[in-house]
């Protein structure tokens, strides 16, 4: 009797990430077919099938290039460094509005897989050059407006706006979405109060928390 791989059981029991895994109402159910052609197309470019974050993902020579999953209303393909890939055909698409190299296709069909197959191939056969030549994916510039309490908080504190433009782009990207988001002016201070040490040590607003759960 051959046996069950981690492949075979995201197939009939899902990623396992919420309630419904293992279930007659996964997603994996209701977008089978359109899954099984959607996996066909990085297995035709010969790439690695595992599973990581309880997905199909396919590697190049230990790379992740993409992965395949099903959402509420679609199957996608999503390009770890979408953002660097020519799109000509327009296929690609942020997952999120937050997302930054990553690219999606987005899938509802069995035969639009089909019509779409060599456009999707020379895609993920971009994807495998961009990995083969070991270039670094291009993350859009970010575009959230520095809130006015940060702009005080760079005036009276010295060294802290040099402090913050020192943090690569990504940690820069997630405090300015961390402090925008209240409502509250006030609240809005807090937070920044709160991130100051962090910036000063240039860290990202999270580096502590993956420090402590590597350990």
């Known amino acids: ?15 396992g990430r919420c309630p419904l895994g293992g279930t007659p109402h996964c997603k994996v159910h209701t977008w089978q077919e359109v899954l099984q052609h959607v996996r066909a197309l990085p297995l035709a470019c010969g790439l690695v099938e595992e599973v990581k974050w309880g997905v199909p993902c396919y590697t190049q020579q230990g790379k992740n290039i993409v992965t395949v999953s099903a959402l509420k209303d679609c199957v996608v393909l999503g390009f770890f460094h979408g953002a660097s890939l020519p799109d000509p055909d327009g296929l690609l698409v942020k997952q999120g509005a937050n997302s930054q190299v990553g690219r ?9 897989v089909s019509r779409l197959k060599p456009k999707v191939i020379s895609y993920i056969k971009a994807a495998m050059a961009l990995a083969q030549n070991g270039q670094k994916p291009r993350a859009s510039k970010p575009t959230e407006r520095v809130p006015t309490e940060l702009e005080e908080a ?40 709160k991130c100051i040490q962090q910036i000063f040590e240039g860290k990202g607003m999270h580096d502590d928390y993956r420090a402590q759960q590597k350990r």
Do not use: V
């Not at 069950?4 to 059981?9: K, R």
């Not at 999606?104 to 639009?112: G, L, S, V, Y």
């Not at 943090?167 to 809005?188: D, E, I, N, V």
């Open 104 to 112: 999606i296709i987005r899938f509802t069909e069995a035969r639009q």
């Open 154 to 193: 760079f005036s009276k504190t010295a060294g802290l706006q040099k402090a913050f433009l020192a943090l690569t782009p990504g940690r820069q990207r997630g405090y300015l979405l961390y402090f925008s988001a209240p409502k509250q002016s006030a609240t809005r201070k807090a937070r920044i109060e």
């Open 1 to 15: 009797m051959p046996m069950t791989t981690q492949i075979d059981l995201y197939f009939a029991e899902g990623c």
